[in-house]
């Protein structure tokens, strides 16, 4: 299996079987990304295709720096078309709602990954997009403020109550499954 | 547990997974690749036949320009078929001068058809611009009909004809050429120097751009004086002219011109001397209103107004280059005299003579333009007449 650098001098050079190998070994991955956005299966893969042909058309454009740093802008790139997705076709709100405490929280890893990207696809639009720039994309406060005008407070409190009602459904769940 | 904590378990816990489509997407991509190749080869190719297209458009244009003012071969004809074909269409005016009598019938036909004839001459020898081996043709033909006339004015009375000669200066007749015009795209080449002193020398006291040198280096205001000098700007241009009928012409194009000043401070026992260098590109638009046209020489009167961008500005104190700020635009407007003489028909020789006034800017920037802002100018130049008479 030929390495990300590998790959990509054979797609710079127009090999297009190179460009399919590079769509079928990052395809799941730019699904996961995408699933946590958008709830409705066909419209991520939609998203995906988008990406992917965006990836391929500017991958001349793009500077290795590593084993993992073209994974790593494949995952950027399919998040902000996810991003783009779900301005343009949901509504988002914010409250500025405190939330409430809680004593324990169950554990993450007790779920299964399919499961707990559904939960978070689940979440109400602003709540979501906070949790994944927060979570996934490493983003401050500032920054998420920024992207989505809003405050940098109301930022914070958002991923509070995205974190609150997320525990809510993971604990719904093991008590209807029993883990 | 902390939202950092919390926020790390979550991401550890789902950065390697992995979803499969639940179809097979390549396809699609592959399409969507195929379509924006060849939307970029179709782009390139659109691009490519645009700009053949408009540089044959500017061909066929300028070639149907040229043909179209065409006049001296079709005129020349219809004089000789109206001289031998059609002996009744003489011009109703000349007839009425002449006393009506059957004897001389034949003849007032004859005069009339001279007048048809010399009218046909004229209107041939004020626009064409031939040279006067071409121009001289027509004359000699037309000379045949008058020395014929002559000779049975001895008996009758006839009518004070005057035939224009081609040697006379022509004054325009606006009213005629209306009908009759050659519609000439000219270009021309030229170069202009103000008509001033070549050097302006005044003293002016707190120049603003020279105080801050002169504060930096705390000179006393006493015994301390600032020159200006400007030389005479020069331009070079290159200028392309369109008829809008057969006495008034528009012309634009582009000119560079350089402009060189010195500036000194004299203080005891010490000179700073600041030279600078101000490079402008302009364009001109101009109205040309000719006035008179004989053996080859044209004169006519030109007005119109100028815009230079300052493109570069260089200065130099004491043989070090400094950053110095480019000038705004600026404008002028003007007025001259031109003189041209035809070396060949396509091709002439101009002298314009004429005043420009240079407004002001409001820069700060001191220049020949500030200091003179009228100002006597002449330029000279090339003219290339695109329309060239087979």
Same mark, same amino acid.
């Given at each position: 299996m030929e390495n990300e650098q590998q790959l990509l001098s054979a797609i710079n050079q127009g090999d297009r079987a190179a460009m399919r190998q590079l769509y079928e070994r990052y395809k799941g991955y730019a699904m996961s990304i995408g699933l946590r956005y958008i709830p409705e299966v066909s419209d991520v893969e939609d998203v995906v295709q988008d990406s992917f042909v965006t990836i391929l058309t500017s991958i001349g454009k793009f500077d290795y720096r590593g084993e993992g740093s073209l994974k790593g802008w494949i995952g950027r790139i399919v998040a902000n078309k996810a991003f783009d997705f779900v301005k343009h076709h949901e509504r988002m709100t914010f409250t500025d709602v405190i939330p409430d405490t809680q004593d324990e929280e169950p554990e993450i890893e007790r779920i299964p990954p399919n499961v707990l990207t559904a939960m978070i696809a689940k979440l109400p639009t602003g709540y979501r997009m906070v949790l994944n720039l927060y979570v996934f994309e490493h983003c401050s406060h500032r920054e998420i403020a920024n992207k989505l005008g809003i405050k940098e407070s109301s930022s914070s409190s958002q991923l509070s109550r995205a974190r609150q009602i997320l525990t809510q459904m993971i604990t719904d769940y093991i008590k209807r499954h029993e883990i | 547990m902390k939202q950092e904590e919390w926020a790390e378990r979550l991401n550890n816990h789902l950065k390697d997974y992995h979803q499969e489509p639940t179809r097979d997407l390549w396809e699609g991509i592959e399409a969507s690749l195929d379509k924006q190749a060849k939307g970029a080869v179709h782009h390139i190719a659109m691009r490519r036949w645009l700009m053949a297209a408009a540089i044959i458009g500017v061909l066929f244009g300028g070639a149907y320009l040229m043909w179209n003012n065409e006049p001296v071969q079709p005129q020349v004809a219809q004089v000789k078929a109206t001289n031998h074909a059609d002996k009744e269409e003489a011009p109703v005016a000349t007839q009425a @001068?002449?006393?009506? @009598?059957a004897d001389v019938k034949a003849q007032e036909k004859l005069v009339a058809q001279v007048l048809t004839a010399a009218k046909a001459v004229t209107q041939i020898a004020e626009t064409a611009m031939l040279p006067e081996n071409v121009v001289s043709e027509p004359t000699e033909k037309a000379t045949q009909p008058d020395e014929t006339a002559n000779k049975p004015k001895e008996d009758t009375p006839s009518p004070q004809v005057h035939h224009p000669l081609s040697a006379e200066p022509k004054a325009y007749s606006h009213a005629k050429h209306h009908q009759q015009k050659p519609m000439r795209l000219t270009m021309g080449l030229f170069a202009q120097g103000n008509t001033n002193d070549m050097n302006n020398k005044n003293a002016v006291m707190m120049n603003p751009q020279l105080l801050h040198r002169v504060a930096a280096s705390r000179a006393?205001?006493? @015994?301390y004086e600032e020159q200006e000098s400007h030389n005479q700007p020069i331009s070079f241009g290159l200028s392309v002219g369109y008829p809008l009928n057969s006495w008034l012409s528009l012309s634009s194009g582009l000119v560079y011109t350089r402009q060189n000043s010195t500036f000194t401070t004299l203080m005891p026992n010490h000179q700073i001397q600041r030279h600078q260098k101000l490079h402008y590109i302009g364009v001109p638009l101009n109205l040309q209103a000719h006035l008179l046209q004989w053996h080859g020489i044209s004169i006519y009167l030109t007005a119109g107004a100028q815009a230079d961008w300052n493109i570069k500005a260089e200065s130099n104190t004491d043989g070090v280059n400094q950053v110095m700020d480019k000038d705004r635009m600026q404008w002028s407007v003007g007025g001259s005299l031109g003189l041209a003489y035809h070396i060949i028909p396509q091709l002439s020789l101009y002298a314009e003579p004429g005043v420009r006034h240079y407004m002001d800017n409001g820069s700060t920037i001191n220049n020949y333009f500030k200091d003179k802002p009228t100002s006597f100018n002449l330029q000279l130049g090339l003219r290339f007449d695109l329309n060239s008479p087979k």
């Open positions: - | @001068d002449i006393t009506p @009598d006393f205001l006493a @015994d």
